[in-house]
């Protein structure tokens, strides 16, 4: 059993820059990587990111290239999503979960954090 709670969403001013979080809980972990993935009103949710757990592996959407960097602290169980330069077209609701390395999804999701970013 995984379980994945994020954090760190919250209001930025386009330019700007936020970091979120994601702690998991679980030995499954190990076994699976990690994405960020988002959801925007009335748009279908696309995952932004991922990195394997084992190897650091990253994968980025190319709408965040250069823009967003994923990494983890595997001590800590913590995955984390470094954004820079915002967009408003950023704005969404962002989810982490489990990942079959790069893009699909394993099924367990955290209740997910709001970004809202002001144009």
């Known amino acids: 059993q995984v379980q994945l709670s994020e954090s760190g969403g919250g209001l930025v001013q386009a330019g700007g820059s936020l970091r979120l979080s994601c702690a998991v809980v679980g030995r499954t972990i190990r076994e699976v990587a990690v994405g960020w993935f988002r959801q925007a009103p009335g748009k279908e949710r696309e995952i932004v990111a991922s990195i394997s757990w084992r190897g650091g592996l990253q994968h980025y959407a190319d709408s965040v290239k250069g823009r967003f960097s994923v990494s983890k602290n595997t001590a800590e169980n913590l995955v984390y999503l470094q954004m820079n330069n915002l967009k408003p077209d950023d704005t969404a609701v962002y989810y982490c979960?489990?990942?079959?390395?790069?893009?699909?999804?394993?099924?367990?999701w955290g209740q997910g954090t709001q970004v809202t970013v002001s144009s």
């Open positions: 979960g489990t990942v079959i390395f790069p893009t699909t999804t394993a099924g367990a």
